[in-house]
C-alpha cells in the first residue's frame, strides 16, 4: 500500500493477496457509485476473464473498475480456450 501512495495505484490488484478483499471490492462500488451518482443498491459486481496472464501484461488501470489478479478455483479450472469453467 505504501507503493500506492507513493508510486500511484497498480495496473492490477493482487486481490486474494489482500487481508479483507470484501472492503476493497466495496469501496470500488462506493467509488463507482459516488462517480455517476447512483445509488450503491442499483449496483452489481460483473466479471470478465482477460487475456492477460500475469499482472506485468496489464498495460494500464481499467476505465472503470479494477482488474484484479491471482484468484483461486475450488474444484474447477478456467478454461482458455473455450473461456469457460472444466472440470
Known sequence: MDTWLRQGN???YWLSGMFYPHGFLSSVLQHHARYYKVTLENLAYEFEVAAAETPQEVERSAREGVYVHRLFLDG???DREAQTMAD
Do not use: L, V
Request: overall charge positive; glycine content about 0%; aromatic content about 16%.
Open 10 to 12: 497498480p495496473n492490477s
Open 76 to 78: 474447477a479450472r478456467w
